[in-house]
């Protein structure tokens, strides 16, 4: 998941750089690792900042606002799911050519190999770095330029669109563009799986106007007083151009509608509407049919033994309160969080992870003390949370710790949003459900079942009849290329590779390591790399030469 956002004002000497900054911050918990912004000013000229890093960290002063001048313009917040967390990865996009292009995307494309090869040997266009995203984009300006036209209108646009990304890209894409000195365009995959809806609000400079948004969660377009929210239907791409209202054209049949259900985990804001399904109200019901499972699984007597109902901060609050209510025992906040350390398990590197759970929440103590206590998180993914929120229960002295996810177990990729290397980084891979509570420290762990889940955001919006469940079932929603999965490992596997040996000659450089040492060590993480637990002993030997982080998810 990334969050991605576009704005048009009615003003023609209107600052769109204004809204699409205040809308990031509202996003941030969708990617914290790059952010960037793109305008479009007089003359059709593009401005750009992006890099990585925070909102807050790219976008320190007002002077550099004041540098992306413009009436219309888009802005992304990045989680990397492919390519590397390089600074050259940050979106927007631009191309040149045709007309001049910036674009921003939310998913994952799971052709990436195939496109990549189309735009190399046939297309001729020059792909800079390794994101799906930016081959996206490509497939779009490559066949706008087949019109051969000096300006193009929308009908070509649309037809860009159909022939160049949805006839030719797989995987979950929600996209938003800008098209030099013409307007705006969003759009989403036939399935839907990646989020995208738009706003509008009444210009307070041109009377009649309209501006208009696009966000991938309703938040951002409720915190900025756009209103009207609709969601863009899979297939579905919407045009805005200056002055003018909406063109919204179905450019693909939509296949069948199956948002992504992690967004209701764990992905977006409790206050986000996505699909016509309220984020909190799904949270509430999972808590609720969870209730049910804990019950069913550890049964009244021993249920009757608990003290309280933890909840993780921060995600898994709401549904933890509505479990508690519903089990009749009080719900605790007994872990408090800091909130200046951001979402753990979008960061990159799985020691920042690890460290970043102690940094982030503190058990209080007494609350612990002498009790039975029920855990409840959102999902257990690679367990980093679970096994050390359970560590920090124990030496809080709590007596029976129980721990519940809202999500069942994760035993699959996720191959539209979340940055595995692979499965086996996953917890409850190859584990039963007994190992997993031996695995994280717990007396016992209780997952919610997947028709459950699946009911809790069915429930809300009953047009809404599939959802993308791939990461619990292995069964995904689109077709997947053979050899997807070992082409996802190949990558990571380099990226991993590309930072170990950075981080080994920053080591020697700055002379914390000797060239024998840093050899040794290489050696010894590359021939444990994807080695299960091996990894974990190369990892511990860098990290004793203090080497810093330099591990990509895929490790
Ligand atoms: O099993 P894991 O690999 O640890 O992943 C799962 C955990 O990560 C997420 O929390 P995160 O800290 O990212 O965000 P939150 O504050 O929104 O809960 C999620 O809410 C779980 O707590
Ligand atoms: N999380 C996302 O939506 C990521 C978008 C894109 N695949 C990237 O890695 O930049
Ligand atoms: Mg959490």
């Known amino acids: 998941m990334c969050g991605i956002t576009a704005v048009i004002l009615a003003d023609p000497y209107g600052s769109a750089v204004e809204d699409i900054h205040n809308a990031l911050p509202i996003?941030?918990?969708?990617?914290?690792?790059?952010c960037g912004i793109a305008t479009c000013g007089v003359g059709g000229k593009f401005y750009t900042r992006k890099g990585n890093?925070?909102?807050?960290?790219?976008?320190?002063?007002?002077q550099q606002l004041l540098d992306l001048p413009g009436n219309m313009g888009i802005g992304h917040l990045r989680y990397p799911t492919a390519g590397s967390s390089a600074n050259a990865e940050a979106q927007p996009f631009y191309v040149n050519s045709p007309y001049g292009i910036c674009f921003a995307h939310n998913g994952n494309i799971i052709n990436a190999p195939v496109l990549r090869r189309y735009l190399d040997h046939e297309a001729h266009r020059h792909v800079n770095t390794d994101?799906?995203?930016?081959?996206?984009?490509?497939?779009?300006?490559s066949t706008l330029q087949e019109t051969g036209k000096f300006r193009v209108n929308e009908e070509d646009l649309f037809t860009a669109l159909?022939?160049?990304i949805y006839e030719r890209c797989e995987g979950g894409y929600a996209c938003v563009a800008m098209l030099a000195g013409f307007g705006i365009i969003g759009f989403?995959?036939?399935?839907?799986?990646r989020p995208l809806v738009l706003g509008e609000r009444k210009s307070s400079a041109v009377p009649g106007g309209t501006d208009y948004m696009f966000s991938s969660e309703s938040v951002a377009l409720d915190q900025l007083a756009f209103t009207n929210h609709i969601t863009i239907a899979p297939g579905e791409a919407v045009i805005i151009t200056k002055g003018n209202k909406p063109i919204f054209r179905q450019v693909h049949k939509q296949l069948n509608y199956a948002p992504d259900i992690f967004e209701y985990v764990y992905f977006a804001r409790p206050d986000s509407i996505m699909d016509g399904i309220s984020v909190y109200r799904a949270r509430q019901n999972m808590g609720l049919s969870l209730a049910d499972t804990v019950l069913q699984k550890l049964g009244p007597e021993v249920v009757k033994t608990i003290d309280l109902v933890i909840p993780i901060p921060s995600t898994?609050?709401?549904?933890?309160?509505?479990?508690?209510?519903?089990?009749?025992?009080?719900?605790?906040?007994?872990?408090?969080?800091?909130?200046?350390?951001?979402?753990?398990?979008?960061?990159p590197g799985q020691r920042e992870r690890q460290k970043s759970v102690r940094r982030k929440l503190n058990a209080m103590k007494e609350e612990f003390k002498d009790r039975n206590v029920l855990l409840v998180d959102d999902s257990i993914v690679r367990g980093t949370t679970s096994r050390e929120i359970v560590h920090m229960a124990r030496e809080a002295q709590a007596k029976k710790v129980y721990f519940a996810s809202c999500a069942p177990p994760i035993r699959n990729a996720h191959i539209y949003g979340i940055d595995l290397a692979d499965t086996r980084e996953l917890v409850a891979f190859g584990r039963t459900e007994e190992e997993i509570a031996e695995h994280i420290g717990a007396d016992a762990v209780i997952y919610e079942?997947?028709?459950?889940?699946?009911?809790?955001?069915?429930s809300i919006n009953p047009n809404i009849k599939e959802f993308e469940v791939g990461v619990f079932s292995g069964q995904y929603i689109t077709p997947v290329a053979e050899g997807y999965f070992k082409h996802l490992e190949d990558v990571r596997g380099e990226n991993s590779r590309k930072k170990r040996e950075e981080a080994a000659i920053t080591a020697v450089v700055g002379g914390i390591a000797s060239e024998g040492d840093v050899a040794q060590v290489l050696e010894r993480a590359a021939a444990a790399n994807g080695h299960g637990e091996s990894k974990v002993q190369s990892r511990m030997d860098i990290s004793i030469h203090n080497f810093g982080d330099y591990t990509n998810g895929s490790e």
Not at 53 to 62: D, H, I, N
Not at 188 to 193: A, Q, S
Not at 452 to 457: G, Q, R
């Open 449 to 458: 079942k997947l028709p459950d889940l699946v009911s809790a955001c069915s």
């Open 53 to 62: 890093g925070l909102c807050s960290e790219v976008f320190k002063t007002q």
């Open 131 to 141: 994101s799906d995203s930016e081959l996206l984009l490509n497939m779009f300006a």
């Open 188 to 193: 989403r995959d036939p399935h839907g799986i």
């Open 27 to 34: 996003l941030q918990h969708r990617g914290q690792d790059a």
């Open 162 to 164: 159909r022939k160049g």
């Open 316 to 347: 898994s609050e709401v549904s933890a309160l509505s479990l508690a209510q519903k089990l009749g025992i009080p719900y605790c906040q007994a872990f408090v969080k800091n909130r200046y350390v951001g979402r753990t398990f979008i960061m």
